[in-house]
């Protein structure tokens, strides 16, 4: 085929983009974003940023919840002058997403000390009296925000820490430079190309039909109660992974396993957490809890789970001095593997 096509073919283009989705539309934005460096400076004119100090988004509480504020750039740009910072900061800040109107998203860290920013390290609590809001850590405030939100600032804060941590090259020990989208860093060098990493994570909910099982490390808030995790080692598949976690951690032997569902994860860093329902045979259901990874591993029957989601806040529970039992929030994959197994005791079997 020749490159130009003439006039058929150009109408022909025009219907092929006529038909994209918003979704896909939005998709190929943001991919040409990533890839284009001068199409995401020119990006950053009309897009809208979201603002971290050390890891921490800037939140603004209403009624129910946290609100994270955006700011254009001309905004920025005024506030660094304000604080009679440098507006090459700017450069630190990374892509994160885009709205439907291909209005680009970007993340800054304002209290990082970055190669690339002279002085990145703001007087936090004067920012946070000019900006009318807080830096609270997204440990804490992640539950209370909206899912756009809190998907968002998860996927900023990841890529912030990647970039903090990523600063020079294994290799040659040289600083290494970012894209203006912040989707890779290159040593200028020899050229290797580093690319944000995430961790993949299994967590499965293990059944013997009638109860679940349920495992708590000494690291958990008190009371809680969650599915089984773990990391994927190098070299195994998902199928490894759930197989050898399970014998691990409580010594049982997995018989027939299902996928549900992934969902990234920003603690302690990048995880993309994959869930499954896992059954083990009637009568191979005697736990042996390795202490080294869990404090406490138990079966627990529907109607008890069922009764903790139903008033799942620990705050709301009345107890005599005893430590209330409850399980992750909404938010985390772990509640929804919870509640799918209350809701359905019969999964359909991984695809082959
Ligand atoms: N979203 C949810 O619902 C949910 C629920 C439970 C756990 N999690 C997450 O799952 C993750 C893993 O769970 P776990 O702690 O039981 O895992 P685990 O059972 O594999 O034990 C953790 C240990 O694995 C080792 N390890 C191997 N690879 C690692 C890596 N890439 N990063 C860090 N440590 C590594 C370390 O020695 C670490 O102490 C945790 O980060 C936790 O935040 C999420
Ligand atoms: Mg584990």
Known sequence: MSLYCGTACRRKFFWCYRLLSTYVTKTRYLFELKEDDDACKKAQQTGAFYLFHNLAPLLQKSEHQYLAPQYSLLELERLLGNFGQDSQILEDSVLIGCSEQQEAWFALDLGLNSSCSINASLQKAEMETALQG?????????????????????????????????????RSGQPTKKNVSGSK??????????????????????????????????????????????????????????????????????????YSASQHWPFPNSTLMIACHATVKPGQTELQVNLRELEAAAWFSRDEVATVLRRNNPSNQQHSGAVPFW??????????????????PTCSPLPA
């Open 134 to 170: 807080s830096f609270i850590k997204l440990t804490k405030a992640l539950f209370e925000l909206n899912v756009k939100d809190a998907s968002l600032l998860s996927t900023a804060q990841a890529l912030l820490r990647w970039h903090d941590a990523h600063q020079f090259c294994s």
């Open 185 to 258: 860093r290159v040593c200028p060098s020899n050229n290797i190309i580093y690319y944000p990493q995430v961790a993949p994570v299994v967590i499965t909910l293990v059944s013997d039909g009638t109860r679940c099982l349920l495992v708590r490390q000494s690291s958990f808030p008190k009371g809680m109660y969650s599915a089984l995790a773990g990391f994927c080692d190098i070299g195994e598949s998902l199928e490894e992974t759930v197989r050898r976690e399970i014998a691990e951690e409580v010594g049982l032997e997995v018989d027939r396993l299902y």
């Open 327 to 344: 399980l992750p929030p909404k938010l985390a994959i772990a509640h929804q593997l919870i509640k799918e197994w209350v809701e359905k």
